[in-house]
């Protein structure tokens, strides 16, 4: 579904990310780990293309996608949330999830009508909005909306553009004790549905554990461990790295 070859980026003479290769299936969850600064969030902006490589390539379907913009590769079904909140701050948390749905399904401005005369698409957002447990504050402002509240009402917009592949980056990063269970809740979900490709940036390894199937590595932009989550945490590279301690040369 998703591959990256020799993806690297370079910002002068530091290297983030330095050749990275790999692939990520349907049905599966791969959880990006590493220390701070080990270029876990600088990847996710080159494969959803917030950032353009220095050289290598990014592949969706078979198809190099390593120059097109975000918005084309959204259309394609590559669908990204982010660390920090991308919400229309004055618009409620209805509008938000209702204006993603059309951009799911490319409804143009119709002058004949309001948009509440879209009623399938005003249904869709519904359902999504209560999926989140926001049923209750579907009127208001997204701005008003407590962080943990946020992040929920990004999972539901991410979820109305029906993607091919998510990539969560640190989804529960700010929110209360309260709040996680509702996302981790609907990212299992998703890996219930065996379609769909997942990618994890997660610092909390509890989280990993438990939704993880794979784990890879990332330490000095550098892919440093790839497999079986057990195995992967258990390493050396991953203690080490974790420890803030040199990376041990693979055995």
Known sequence: MLETRNLTIRFGGHVAVDHVSCSFAPGTLTAIVGPNGAGKTTYFNLVSGQLRASEGQVLLDGVDITTEPPS??????????????????????????????????????????????????????????????????????????????????????????EPKVYMFDEPTAGMSVDDVPVILDLIRALKAERDKTILLVEHKMDVVRELADRIIVLHNGQLVADGDPAEVIASPVVQNAYLGLAVAEAA
């Open 72 to 161: 084309s590769r959204t259309h394609r079904g590559l669908g990204r949330a982010f660390q920090l909140t991308q919400l229309f701050p004055n618009l409620s948390v209805l509008e938000n999830v209702r204006l993603a749905v059309q951009a799911r399904r490319k409804e143009g401005l119709n002058l004949w009508s309001v948009w509440l005369d879209h009623r399938e698409t005003l249904a869709r957002a519904r359902e999504l909005v209560d999926r989140v447990k926001l049923g209750d504050r579907a009127d208001a402002p997204a701005s008003s909306l407590p962080h943990g509240d946020q992040r929920k009402l990004e999972v539901a917009m991410l979820m109305a553009l």
